[in-house]
């Protein structure tokens, strides 16, 4: 089973993580379902960019983008070459390594 390393976040996990996730998992799901609470204000349907992670390691092992995530990504705060909405990422057979970026650009948390 790939880990999942979770680099630290002041607000959703200020130690960081090592997380144990099966492949073929949502990334997005993973992380919720590990009390880390990254904000999915659209429930993981691939309509906003509130669960915007960075992927520092591991991200040529991942499931393709669509365009419909590139075209979302556009909008989304700090995008860098390594950026994919964890709700549209799979989690693969290779161990991951991923940032929470620091701001959304969501004015109020959801509170999921």
Same mark, same amino acid.
């Given at each position: 089973?790939? !880990? ?14 090592? $997380? !144990? %996730?099966?492949?073929?998992?949502? $990334?997005?799901?993973? $992380?919720?379902? &590990? ?26 092992? $991942? &499931?393709?983008? @669509? ?20 709700? !549209? %990422? ?6 991951? @390594? ?7 650009? &969501?004015?109020?948390?959801? &509170?999921?």
């Amino acid at each position: 089973m790939p !880990q999942v390393i979770v680099l630290p976040h002041p607000q959703l996990c200020p130690e960081g993580a090592v $997380l !144990q %996730v099966p492949s073929g998992k949502s $990334l997005c799901e993973a $992380l919720v379902e &590990n009390e880390i609470e990254i904000e999915h204000a659209c429930e993981m349907s691939c309509a906003c960019t509130t669960c915007h992670v960075l992927v520092r390691e591991g991200f040529k092992h $991942l &499931n393709a983008s @669509t365009d419909d995530e590139e075209d979302l990504l556009d909008a989304a705060w700090g995008l860098e070459a390594c950026s994919r909405l964890s709700c !549209q %990422v799979k989690v693969g057979d290779e161990d991951l @390594t991923i940032e929470i970026p620091k701001y959304t650009i &969501n004015h109020a948390r959801e &509170n999921h």
